[in-house]
């Protein structure tokens, strides 16, 4: 069976500093993988994807995620926070778009 | 194009009464998907249409739910004999075909007293 873990609840990072947020998955084939973000109120809102090939996506709001097959991993980054970053982060993977397999976030607090 | 609309944004209900939330999908996008997210959870897929068709229903899917897409547009959601357990945030979602962008609403937030 298909399943994300997000490992950590809760980040809390520094405006300005760097953010990694860990994303590991299970899946039987070649996996479609996703992360999303929701603010407060809002919907989901897609950062960046990954189907195939090169295995470092580039996504909206300066985000980017590495896949690495050996460990299962699809971890988010960002070189420099925002407060407006504050928000949960949702790592997903699935057969495209249909069918989502969601984890359970991780919400990203941002300090002053 | 004003993106995936839900209606309502909010409904409190009394256990045991029925209810039924409406999405409006991207026009053009045949597909049309269900989701429920609990407090503290990530969302959890419910159903999917293609155009009129319900194509799989997940097993979360009670037999007290109920799915309906009836001119390939518009999609309903009807819960009834609504349970305590069945307060979350129901989110619609709706894509052009399989590896295009999802787009998600803004959900309609169940409660049941």
């Known amino acids: 069976a298909q399943s994300v873990t997000q490992p950590d609840i809760h980040i809390t990072v520094s405006e300005g500093a760097s953010l990694e947020l860990r994303c590991n998955y299970s899946?039987?084939?070649?996996?479609?993988l996703f992360w999303y973000v929701q603010s407060p109120g809002q919907g989901l809102q897609l950062l960046l994807k990954?189907?195939?090939?090169?295995?470092l996506v580039q996504g909206i709001k300066g985000f980017e995620a590495e896949f690495k097959r050996s460990q299962s991993s699809f971890n988010l980054r960002k070189p420099s926070v925002h407060w407006s970053d504050a928000a949960e982060y949702f790592c997903?993977?699935?057969?495209?778009?249909?069918?989502?397999?969601f984890g359970t976030g991780t919400r990203l607090l941002v300090s002053p | 194009d004003t993106g995936v609309s839900q209606d309502p944004r909010h409904k409190i209900t009394k256990r045991g009464q029925n209810v039924t939330f409406r999405c409006d999908p991207i026009?053009?996008?045949?597909?049309l998907y269900w989701y429920r997210q609990t407090l503290g959870q990530g969302p959890e897929f419910l159903t999917y249409?293609?155009?009129?068709?319900?194509?799989?229903k997940s097993r979360l899917l009670s037999d007290r739910f109920s799915a309906e897409r009836p001119k390939g547009s518009f999609s309903t959601l009807e819960i009834q004999r609504t349970e305590q357990g069945d307060s979350a945030m129901y989110l619609c979602?709706?894509?052009?075909?399989?590896?295009?962008?999802?787009?998600f609403g803004q959900g309609t937030r169940l409660t049941v007293v």
């Open positions: 249409f293609q155009n009129e068709a319900q194509l799989e």
């Open positions: 990954y189907f195939s090939g090169d295995t």
């Open positions: 979602a709706s894509s052009p075909d399989l590896v295009t962008e999802a787009f």
């Open positions: 026009s053009e996008h045949n597909r």
């Open positions: 997903a993977v699935g057969t495209g778009f249909q069918k989502l397999v």
């Open positions: 899946y039987g084939a070649t996996p479609y």
